[in-house]
């Protein structure tokens, strides 16, 4: 894992901390459209992240090619890393419905010039988002996220520690 790599998916997810702690009321367009952006960066960083921690030079590699000497224990704490880029990414697909309907919700459809003599129609009405609910499922992917890049840290500070073989 290149550490450039953790870095930006980490400023991504503060990015998206900071988008859903802003206020809502009365900008409800806005902070949801801010929150899908700041989404879409976290989405773009981890298949990033995915791609340098799962290739050839990463660190799912040992998977691959264990050698004689590796931990087992090790092996299967990389294993569930592996995993959880496949389950962090559908975390991050699941919040993407609840915003689409909350941009919905606050669309702004402007009046076709032909339709100024017409009566009005009835306004298409959508479902009030649970803005709550989005928050609360952001801050839960975002958890999901640290304590990822956390363990991957601590995984790769164990490694270096083992390999240089402190002690010796």
Known sequence: MGRTKSDQLLRRVDTLQASLERAAPGQERDWTDCVRKALSGVETALEEHRLTTEGPDGLCSELREPSVGTDPG???VIHGLCQEHAQLSALAKSMHDPIESALLAFQKEPIPPDRLIIP???PVTHTIPDFGEIRRQGEQFI?????HCEAEAKLLLETVNTDVGVGD
């Open 74 to 76: 090790r092996v299967r």
């Open 120 to 122: 009005p129609m009835p």
């Open 143 to 147: 958890a999901s996220l640290r304590k």
